[in-house]
């Protein structure tokens, strides 16, 4: 066969090293990113505010679900964040995602052109996130994780 170009094939391989050692600083890095949101939300499910906006948009037994929600969110934001049984925090994140998204950002029912725009917002950050925990839940915690640790201590 004749010899092919490859468009890597000039780069040394400490660059190889380097991207290595960076990418898997990527996977922590950005499993904290995606957990923050649920984790600083779910704290604010325990104030009166966020339970009587929840009422104040139908949601019935808010005094006591959006509590729950929170400490859902908590429990699968903190998940995540370790890498500790990350499948199932992402599994929690989406119990809490899919209702909250629908009940909560139904953009669909506002007659305000304004207040449309703003839910719909929330709609599609909720869809964005919820893309997020799914590929979490399929793929876990990745490499430097509580879970990567706890299966190689199991190998050995």
Do not use: C
């Amino acid at each position: 066969m004749a010899n092919v170009f490859h468009p890597h094939s000039y780069m040394s391989t400490d660059f190889h090293r380097a991207k290595a050692k960076s990418s898997l600083l990527a996977v922590p890095i950005g499993r904290f990113l995606f957990s923050l949101i649920f984790i600083m939300s779910g704290l604010n499910h325990f104030t009166s505010g966020s339970i009587s906006y929840a009422a104040s948009q139908g949601i019935p037994m808010a005094d006591i679900l959006v509590p729950v929600s929170g400490l859902i969110a908590l429990m699968g934001g903190l998940s995540v964040l370790l890498g500790l049984h990350a499948r199932v925090g992402a599994v929690l994140l989406l119990i809490f995602l899919i209702p909250v998204t629908v009940l909560m950002h139904n953009f669909w029912s506002y007659t305000d052109p304004e207040m449309a725009q703003v839910q719909m917002i929330h709609f599609m950050k909720n869809l964005a996130l919820i893309g997020g925990a799914t590929l979490i839940a399929f793929y876990g915690a990745g490499p430097i994780s509580l879970d990567h640790r706890l299966a190689r201590r199991k190998k050995s």
